[in-house]
């Protein structure tokens, strides 16, 4: 059967996926705002147990058409263990439309162009890949570990191999003082990233981590609902892309936007400017439903 460790995390859009937790935890794992493995240690699991597991989904589970890896950052490990594993996946599910995995930027920057374009050919096709920002301050603020311009040219590797990227930023995450800074520096590197989709969350301190512990402090500016409208429409704005998806309805936001660029940018804008122009009639999402 199939083991998982943990809190098992995946993309929204991987809800009818097979996970497989080919690591567990995350390798970096010090961003300021996740909690999601701070209660585990990071390792690669046994190739043999995962080889275990592909074989019993194969006689007991419907065939899947996508495979999530997971933990954190199934990427970070070393390619013959990922190429053993996919190569395991494609002999069980020749059907199999695509494997994917979250990849942080600090296992982008130690995957060459080559391993990357290698496994993408073995199946690895698409990265999740948290931007968050594109503002150096918020990123120091945040513990991301990179810098914008290291995240662009992280990024960019991916891109040159072939892997389609999709990206997240987090609304808010400057809070009041850097709000338009943070959204047009996100646009900015979004804009340099070029990715197949980008969608938006709300930056929400948790317990446990240092963004929930300055958030007890009294420390964490949160944005308004308004003032996060406000925020994404000068992301929305400033984006220049061609053929990306663009979602903002992960469960985090309080309003659901959704269309592909360049196509639906116009009437995506226009909703939000009607947002703004009269907020008391704004669909705003209640806080039970954003799950809060």
């Known amino acids: ?17 097979l996970i497989l937790q080919a690591t567990i935890g995350c390798s ?34 419907p065939p899947p058409r996508k495979v999530f890896l997971a933990d954190g950052d199934a990427l970070v490990a070393r390619p013959a263990f990922l190429h053993a594993v996919l190569d395991a996946l494609r002999r069980a599910f020749p059907n199999l439309a695509r494997v994917s995995c979250y990849a942080s930027p600090q296992a982008l920057q130690v995957r060459s162009v080559e391993q990357m374009r290698a496994l993408r050919d073995a199946g690895l096709t698409l990265y999740y890949l948290g931007i968050e920002s594109g503002d150096d301050r918020v990123l120091d603020a945040l513990t991301k570990g990179v810098t914008a311009d ?43 990233i070029g990715p197949r989709f980008v969608s938006t969350l709300v930056v929400t301190p948790v317990e446990g981590t240092p963004l929930g512990d300055r958030a007890a402090r009294g420390e964490v500016d949160e944005l308004d609902p308004v003032e996060l409208a406000r925020e994404l429409r000068t992301f929305l704005g400033a984006l220049d892309l061609r053929g990306t ?8 936001n309080f309003l659901s936007v959704a269309g592909t660029l360049p196509k639906d940018q116009g009437r995506m804008l226009a909703a939000l400017d009607a947002v703004l122009a009269d907020p008391d009639a704004a669909p705003f999402r209640p806080a039970w439903l954003r799950g809060l």
């Open 28 to 61: 970096y794992n010090e961003c300021a705002f996740c909690a999601m493995y701070r209660d585990k240690r990071f390792r690669v699991r046994k190739l043999d147990e995962l080889i275990a597991e592909i074989a019993w989904a194969k006689e007991h589970a």
């Open 245 to 252: 998806v663009f979602r903002s309805n992960h469960a985090s």
């Open 150 to 192: 290291e995240m662009v040219l992280a990024a960019t590797k991916a891109h040159d191999a072939g892997v389609k990227l999709s990206t997240m930023i987090l609304l808010g995450a400057g809070g009041r003082a850097r709000s338009h800074e943070h959204a047009l520096a996100s646009a900015r590197v979004v804009n340099a």
């Open 1 to 17: 059967m199939i083991r998982y460790e943990g809190t098992l995390y995946r993309p929204p859009s991987e809800a009818d996926s």
